[in-house]
Structures are given as C-alpha cells and as structure tokens.
C-alpha cells in the first residue's frame, strides 16, 4: 500500500483516531477503578480507624488504655502489613498495634496533607519493611484526657496495587485487542469502499490495451456520473480522431489532384520551365505527404485503446524481404514472445520496422536478427519495449551514425534508396515518445535499437 493512497490515508487516518480514542478510554477506566479501589481501601481503614477510637478508654489512672481487639487478626501478627497507633499529641507514652513491634509509624507526610471535612488525613508512608502504607488518620479528644489524642490505622497497599495492575493488564489488553480489531474491520471496509475505484483502473487498462472501448458495468453512485463522464471523454476522443482522419484524407486529396494536373502540365513543356514546374511539384507532394504522414502518426500514437501485436508483424516483413533478397540468401531470424504487443497503430509499426530490417538486409552478408524484449524503462506511466535490428555487414563508424540518422543522408550511393528510412523511423518514435539508437552489433555490423511503448498485454 503506498503512502500517497487513499487507502493509506483512511485506513492512517481512522487508525490514528481509534488509537487516540481507546488510550484514552483505558487511562479513563484505570482512572475510575483506581479511584474505585482506593475509596474502598479507605472506607475499610476508616472502619476500623472508628473501631479503635470506641474501644479507647481512659482508666482511673488517667491514662489511654484499649478495652478489646479489633476483628483484623493481622494487627497481631509482627510486620504483617496492618497497624494501628495511638499517639498522644503531648510528650506521652503511646500504644501501638502488636504487628508494630518495637516500631512506630512515620506519620510525617502528614503534614502535607489537609484534613477532610470530617478531620481525616489519608496519605502513603513506608512501613517498617519498607512496605508502601495506606494511613487513615485522625485526632480526637477523649473525655476526661487533656490532650488531643492521634488514632492512625495503616494497611498494606501492595494487594491494592496489585488489584489495579490486573485490571489495567486486562483493560490495555482488550483495548490492544479491540485496536487490531478495528483495524482489520477498517482495512476490509476500505478495500470493499474502494473496489469500484480498482475497477475503474482494470477498465481503463482493458479500454488502453484495446481489449474495450468504454466502462463497463454497474458503478456505485458516487462513481457512476465519472465513469459516464470517460465514456462521453472516449467516444468524443474517438471522433475527434475520425474527423481529422477524414480531414487529412480530404487534404491529400484535394492537394495531389491540383499537382498531379500541374506535373502533367510540366511533362508537356520541354525546357527550364517545365523542369522547375515538375522539381517544384514534386518537392511539394514529398513535403505534403511528410506532413500529412506526422499528423496521422501524432493523432495515432495518442489514441486509447490502440494495441498492435509485434510478432505476426515483424513475421510478415521478415517473410517479404527474404523473398526481396533470396538471391543474396539473406536469413532473417526473428525472437520475439507472443503476447508482446506495441501500444499504437499496425501502419506505424510496419514503417519502423520495415524500414529498420530493409536496412539491414541491404547491409547484411548473410544474418539479419531481430530480438523483441522489455526495455525496462518506464516514461510518463509507460512501459516500453526494445526491438534490436542487428546485421553481419561492414557496420557503421560510431562518428557517422548521427549523419546517418538526418534527412536524406546517405553515406553509400551504392545502394538502393533514398536516405530517408532512419529519419522516417526517429520521427515516428519521437510521435510515440520512443527513440532509435544505432550501435555495435554482436553480429558485427550495426544494430538499430528502436524503443517503444508497450501495450498491456506484454509480459
């Protein structure tokens, strides 16, 4: 999944906000329970904080005394965690619970505490183990005693701590396992929202290979008034094509009959008139047919849904100029896969190629080869393929294949031609955002590299 997507974003999106959204219910539950928790610890101390304070007696003696035990059996017990003391404010003896033993408790962060609205404290302090103390505290006055007397019970709070540990154990693991949930539930729904967008796409590589001409199918609403809007996009392309096709045959038409009048006018008039007339006319229906040929090939080479198999086409050349040059014995091997296909017009791919492989056999001692693969290069969302020319002739020296490649150039009046093949084959794939590169051959004489794009249906 790409990180520009659509999917990425919603999915990040919603997942970001889930996450936020159930932390923050865990921290709020675990604030609750905890809150919870310690209300109930407390209430329980302040139980037995009151129970100490009703069976506190001052005897005859004038001194504190405790009348009967509380129900805590481990207030007896040495060090068990639970602890009472009495302590009077003035320098006077104070009582203790027997698990204190020889101990008192620290009760000096009390002082940072302020007393409830009924004069308790509740504070943390270290127990004689060192042992993390929950302390109620209050002070009262006895009847018949001087001095304000200190009650504080303290219990262990570890059971507590470990009572909130596993319920935020158990809650942050059902909010992870809600999270994974959601997210699963999110990556399904997004994949099943946006399906109708992943058709679109398969539609329009069907439309692009030339295996359809429009969207097919039924759209969800949302996507329904675009996929009409590429269909009336497609069918007004296809027109506008048609239109300049019959536009650029009227043109040939109209202009050539007026030449071919005027050429046989010339014929008819020996001399430099005539000779300028007949030079003139047919530069001018060489220019016309130049340019009346790039409108087409530039109107073609953008068109969707053009897709032209390259096999039966390089088969049908290869078998025409063996035939051309069966006296020389000319041999044209062709490696080309089956379901490679190029992405444009059947006219054009026969003038490239045509061209390239009549050059070759031109030049050739005896093997001409011809080799169709990926090019592995990609441009403007395009994949392209490479069809390599290669002959066994002289080749080219590397400082004359430019010239070789311009208009009209030719570097061996010996042979046949006119010079304009090469330069016929660089524009036609500069019109489909191609090139032609001419190189060594491992034949030994001069491979022509020629790149164009590919259709969908190349491997």
């Known amino acids: 999944m790409r990180r520009d997507s659509l999917a990425f974003r919603l999915i990040a999106g919603a997942a970001l906000w889930s996450a936020i959204a159930l932390l923050a219910g865990g921290l709020i539950l675990s604030a609750i329970f905890r809150s919870s928790v310690e209300r109930s610890f407390d209430g329980r101390l302040n139980v037995l904080l009151h129970s100490l304070i009703a069976t506190t007696e001052i005897n005859e003696r004038g001194e504190i005394e405790r009348g009967r035990g509380l129900s805590e059996t481990r207030f007896d017990l040495a060090y068990s965690g639970w602890y009472w003391q009495i302590w009077p404010v003035a320098q006077r003896p104070a009582l203790r619970s027997r698990s204190l033993f020889d101990q008192s408790l620290d009760l000096s962060p009390a002082e940072k505490v302020n007393r409830n609205e009924v004069g308790l404290k509740v504070f943390d302090t ?176 953008n068109v969707l849904g053009a897709n032209t198999p390259v096999k039966p086409v390089l088969k049908r050349i290869a078998n025409a100029l063996e035939r051309i040059h069966a006296e020389r014995g000319i041999a044209i091997e062709i490696d080309c896969a089956d379901e490679t296909g190029f992405r444009g017009e059947a006219q054009d791919l026969e003038e490239v190629a045509g061209n390239l492989i009549d050059n070759a056999c031109k030049w050739a001692e005896e093997n001409v080869r011809v080799t169709v693969t990926a090019a592995g290069i990609e441009r403007r969302n395009r994949t392209y393929i490479l069809i390599a020319v290669e002959d066994d002739g002289p080749g080219l020296p590397e400082e004359a294949r430019k010239t070789a490649l311009k208009r009209g150039a030719r570097l061996d009046e010996s042979k046949p031609g006119s010079g304009l093949g090469l330069s016929i084959v660089t524009e036609i794939a500069e019109l489909y955002g191609g090139e032609l590169k001419l190189e060594t051959s491992s034949l030994g004489g001069l491979k022509a590299a020629l790149y164009l794009p590919a259709s969908a249906t190349t491997a």
Do not use: C
Request: glycine letters at 8%; charged letters at 25%.
């Open 126 to 301: 270290v127990g004689p183990e060192d042992q993390p103390l929950r302390v109620v505290e209050r002070r009262v006055t006895l009847p018949g005693y001087d001095v304000p007397v200190s009650f504080a019970v303290a219990a262990d709070r570890s059971e507590m701590n470990e009572e909130i540990q596993s319920f935020n154990t158990w809650v942050f693991g059902s909010m992870a396992a809600m999270g994974v949930g959601l997210l699963i539930a999110l990556l399904i729904q997004v994949r099943y929202g946006l399906r109708p967008l992943e058709r679109v796409r398969k539609a329009l590589a069907e439309i692009r290979s030339g295996r359809a001409t429009k969207l097919e199918g039924e759209f969800p609403a949302e996507i329904e008034p675009l996929a009409e809007e590429l269909n009336g996009l497609l069918e007004g392309n296809r027109e506008v094509l048609e239109r300049a096709r019959t536009h650029v045959g009227n043109l040939a038409h109209a202009l050539k009959t007026p030449l071919s009048v005027l050429t046989n006018e010339a014929r008819s008039h020996d001399g430099p008139f005539g000779e300028t007339v007949r030079r003139t006319t047919m530069q001018m229906r060489e220019q016309i047919d130049r340019h009346l040929a790039r409108a087409r090939m530039a109107a073609s080479a």
